[in-house]
């Protein structure tokens, strides 16, 4: 059985036609090894030529370090020993990150002292924003689908389906948990559709749809249109609109709040026959603003 030796350092060497470029690889592999110790083995053939381990090396280099440890595998024939070479490079290319499981993890390990943005981990709101897609699909039965639809003379952005488990709208609307998660998806589509046009010098502000059900405490579509505007720093207007009759199927409404800012995102949180957004896009439409329509899921 091949054992793991302790060397030194100089007593191996890198291929020299190694087609891997690690500049940028290095630093990170070097805080790996300071934090949690040389886990892995370079892996050499009988005469110290590296066959896999290269970044490793040069990180311990950078590290100060004398001795490392090696895998000789002697076994293996010159044709062998440079097939391995590119094969272990390769065939890693192949894995892929489950982005929600990944982003869960790293939500726990941001309670310890260990900062994954060491090891090349992207922590920040963008890497946040683009894992909330995929935990509502898992968390909500949700089916991610931004789509554009035309409804008479309106047309607006759905982000998301109703999946196969069925699980009913109101209990998705009903948890507070669901809030960030579901801001964080409409700033990333938003982001990317309106890019640097989306900010307060470009005159936009964010509203939702009326209350109607829910008079007052919490109201799912105005804590995520809220959350929204925050993380883009926009204005928000909460209550903008009041339904005159709320028992009625076809109630009429009111703009009671007026935006100053002549381009209005509208958000609801979902779509059934579409009469509310519609009608309060037209109070809009008639005041002279601009509206860009964005709802969260077409049931």
């Known amino acids: 059985m091949t054992k793991i030796e302790w060397v030194s350092l100089d007593a191996i060497h890198p291929y020299e036609k190694n087609p891997r470029i690690n500049t940028d690889a290095i630093p990170k592999v070097a805080a790996s090894i300071r934090q949690f110790g040389f886990l ?3 892996i050499v053939d009988g005469d110290g030529l590296i066959l896999a381990g290269h970044t490793r090396a040069e990180a311990a280099r950078s590290l100060g370090l004398s001795k490392v440890p090696v895998l000789y595998a002697r076994d293996l024939t010159a044709e062998q020993a440079r097939a391995y070479r590119l094969a272990d490079n390769k065939v890693a290319e192949y894995a892929k990150w489950d982005v929600s499981l990944l ?3 790293l939500s726990d390990l941001s309670a310890f002292d260990v900062n ?7 922590t920040s709101e963008l890497f946040k924003r683009r894992a ?3 935990h509502l699909e898992k968390r909500c039965d949700l089916k991610r689908r931004v789509k554009q639809h035309l409804h008479g ?3 607006y952005t759905t982000l998301f389906e109703t999946g196969k488990r069925g699980i009913p709208i109101a209990e998705i609307k009903e948890d507070s948990g669901n809030v960030e998660p579901f801001s964080d998806c409409l ?3 938003l982001m990317g559709a309106l890019g640097a046009k989306l900010s307060k010098a470009c005159d936009w502000c964010m509203l939702t749809t009326p209350r109607r059900r829910h008079k007052s405490g919490f109201h799912f579509s105005t804590a995520v249109t809220e959350a929204a505007a925050s993380k883009l720093g926009l204005p928000f207007y909460e209550d903008a609109f009041r339904a005159e009759d709320r028992n009625r199927l076809e109630p009429t409404f009111e703009l009671v709040s007026a935006p100053a800012q002549r381009n209005v995102l509208l958000v609801d949180d979902i779509i ?5 957004i519609r009608a309060c896009r037209q109070l809009l439409v008639d005041a002279g603003h601009v509206v860009l329509s964005v709802i969260a899921i077409k049931n």
Not at 116 to 122: K, L, N
Not at 272 to 276: A, I, P
């Open 40 to 42: 892995s083995p370079i």
């Open 272 to 276: 059934t026959t579409g009469s509310t």
């Open 153 to 155: 003379d309106m047309s």
């Open 187 to 189: 700033v990333d589509y």
């Open 132 to 134: 909330a897609w995929s």
């Open 116 to 122: 994954m943005s060491d090891f090349g981990f992207d």
């Open 103 to 105: 982003a869960e993890e």
